[in-house]
């Protein structure tokens, strides 16, 4: 889907621009994540969030 093509259907009266690229980049990114070989692992702070460090 491009943004020419959405706005095509938009002008046609076939929803909205907007909702058609938000469906293509939800599959892009459905379509990626069934791919990925390595995924990235969650990296975690030693501490809470929002606490700063005292010297």
């Known amino acids: 889907m491009t943004a020419n093509l959405a706005l095509s259907l938009e002008e046609a009266g076939i929803s909205t621009a907007k909702?058609?690229?938000n469906l293509?980049?939800?599959y892009d990114l459905w379509e990626?994540?069934?791919q990925r070989?390595?995924?990235v692992?969650?990296?975690?702070?030693?501490?809470?969030?929002?606490?700063?460090a005292h010297a």
């Not at 692992?41 to 700063?52: A, I, K, L, Q, S």
């Open 19 to 21: 909702l058609w690229l």
């Open 41 to 52: 692992m969650p990296f975690h702070f030693g501490g809470n969030y929002g606490e700063t």
């Open 24 to 26: 293509q980049t939800k």
């Open 37 to 39: 070989l390595n995924p």
């Open 32 to 34: 990626l994540k069934q």
